[in-house]
């Protein structure tokens, strides 16, 4: 059993920065795919960033590509999301995950195994 916890959120301005922090303690996360959503007061959860277990291959929503990036370090079981450039549309719970198997596309939040509890992300104007 894996359990993820999400760290780094908070109230930033728009054009800020952040990094999110997922880490993660039992299995074997290293080998997990990792996947980040949010959700948007009185909006569905939706995908934000996805990577591989080696790193090999990312994935971004259209509407944070080139200003969000996803990496991971498998010797701290960490995962990450560096997010520039935010905008108050930004502003949602991010939730981290884990995928063990890479049965779905990056984008489908229920090929996800495990997640975080989510942390809040505000973005003022």
């Known amino acids: 059993q894996v359990q993820l916890v999400e760290s780094g959120g908070g109230l930033v301005q728009s054009g800020g920065s952040l990094r999110l922090t997922c880490g993660a303690s039992g299995g074997t996360f290293s080998s997990y795919a990792v996947g980040w959503f949010r959700q948007a007061p009185g909006k569905e959860r939706e995908f934000v960033a996805a990577?591989?277990?080696?790193?090999?291959?990312?994935y971004y929503a259209a509407s944070v590509k080139g200003r969000f990036a996803i990496f991971r370090d498998n010797a701290k079981n960490m995962v990450y999301l560096q997010m520039n450039s935010l905008q108050t549309e930004d502003t949602a719970v991010y939730y981290c995950?884990?995928?063990?198997?890479?049965?779905?596309?990056?984008?489908?939040?229920?090929?996800?195994?495990?997640w975080g509890q989510g942390i809040q992300v505000t973005v003022s104007s």
């Open positions: 995950a884990a995928d063990p198997y890479g049965r779905t596309s990056p984008a489908n939040q229920y090929g996800y195994d495990y």
């Open positions: 990577i591989s277990w080696s790193a090999g291959a990312t």
